[in-house]
T-cell receptor, first 113, second 111 residues
Framework: DVKVTQSSRYLVKRTGEKVFLECVQD?????MFWYRQDPGLGLRLIYF???????EKGDIPEGYSVSREKKERFSLILESASTNQTSMYLC????????????FGPGTRLTVT | KQEVTQIPAALSVPEGENLVLNCSFT??????LQWFRQDPGKGLTSLLL?????REQTSGRLNASLDKSSGRSTLYIAASQPGDSATYLC??????????FGSGTRLLVRP
């Protein structure tokens, strides 16, 4: 079974802090994705990566950056957390961009106070 | 710009009923369509994926259909059970390999 794990289920941070959200997949998938999910807005793509050290902006990249130093690990970085970044963050991975399913991690609920 | 709509937003049915969830999308240039299940406070579980060249996929009591030309997909759940209660999300993969999600249908199956 594909397993996508996220470093924390719940996280509380203060405004201005630097926040790291880690995602690890164990199926040698090429592609990894970060989404945020908000009530009434659904899931929105923040960043994605098709290969190590490669990244592309999604629909809402402002305020975020990412790092992919190893194939299995994709990190989302909030350089200076703000209250409007309080959300559920979901990581996903897939084998190829177009033909295969995206598998999701359990999510990290981040609260910025 | 691709938009995905799911109707109804919420559905409550008695146990044992067969039910249909609807998903529509505005741009037929898609690679695939995926149905997910999400339990409260949890991540997404993939249920079915239909490639753009396919018409339907089945898994157990679930059957998903795709009519790309009309921009529609349905998820059919047979003999519903209380354990089916969850939010069901549909997503299409657009021409730039991005998944575009609908806002979901919240299903409650009453015992």
């Amino acid at each position: 079974d594909v397993k996508v794990t996220q470093s924390s289920r719940y996280l509380v941070k203060r405004t201005g802090e630097k926040v790291f959200l880690e995602c690890v997949q164990d199926m040698d998938h090429e592609n990894m994705f970060w989404y945020r999910q908000d009530p009434g807005l659904g899931l929105r793509l923040i960043y994605f990566s098709y290969d190590v050290k490669m990244k592309e902006k999604g629909d809402i990249p402002e305020g975020y950056s990412v790092s992919r130093e190893k194939k299995e690990r994709f990190s989302l970085i909030l350089e200076s957390a703000s209250t409007n970044q309080t959300s559920m963050y979901l990581c996903a991975s897939s084998f190829t961009p177009d033909s295969y399913e995206q598998y999701f991690g359990p999510g990290t609920r981040l609260t910025v106070t | 710009k691709q938009e995905v709509t799911q109707i109804p937003a919420a559905l409550s049915v008695p146990e044992g009923e067969n039910l249909v969830l609807n998903c529509s999308f505005t741009d037929s240039a898609i690679y695939n369509l995926q149905w997910f299940r999400q339990d409260p406070g949890k991540g997404l579980t993939s249920l079915l994926l239909i490639q753009s060249s396919q018409r339907e996929q089945t898994s157990g009591r679930l059957n998903a259909s795709l009519d790309k030309s009309s921009g529609r997909s349905t998820l059919y759940i047979a003999a519903s059970q209380p354990g089916d209660s969850a939010t069901y999300l549909c997503a299409v993969m657009d021409s730039s390999y991005k998944l575009i999600f609908g806002s979901g249908t919240r299903l409650l199956v009453r015992p």
